[in-house]
Nanobody, 118 residues
Framework: QVQLVESGGGLVQAGGSLRLSCAASGSFFSIIAMGWYRQAPGKARELVAHIATGSTNYADAVKGRFTISSDKAKNTAYLQMNSLKPEDTAVYYC?????????????WGQGTQVTVSS
């Protein structure tokens, strides 16, 4: 009963910027944490950034370039991506750690394609 809807992906030239959004909707009590993951062709899915109360974490490859943030009132997380590189090309997935009122569960968004051209 929880859905994550992602938006903001697209095609951008190297050095450009994109902002991804992930909005949670449905029946739940609270969102404990949210994160962004990505998967490039032929590679495993990897953590990009994670945000929880009082802390954020970033993959080494994106530190200093990407920023994760959240709007609690809107149940939405964002990933601001600056200074994009071709190696950032991947499908980006939103993940949410959700307390439904009865249990704590992980949910995934559908993924959004980010393509960075050289």
């Amino acid at each position: 009963q929880v859905q994550l809807v992602e938006s903001g992906g697209g095609l951008v030239q190297a050095g450009g910027s994109l902002r991804l959004s992930c909005a949670a909707s449905g029946s739940f009590f609270s969102i404990i944490a949210m994160g962004w993951y990505r998967q490039a062709p032929g590679k495993a899915r990897e953590l990009v950034a994670h945000i929880a109360t009082g802390s954020t974490n970033y993959a080494d490859a994106v530190k200093g370039r990407f920023t994760i943030s959240s709007d609690k009132a809107k149940n939405t997380a964002y990933l601001q991506m600056n200074s994009l590189k071709p190696e950032d090309t991947a499908v980006y997935y939103c993940n949410a750690d959700v307390f439904t009122g009865l249990s704590r569960r992980d949910y995934w968004g559908q993924g959004t394609q980010v393509t960075v051209s050289s």
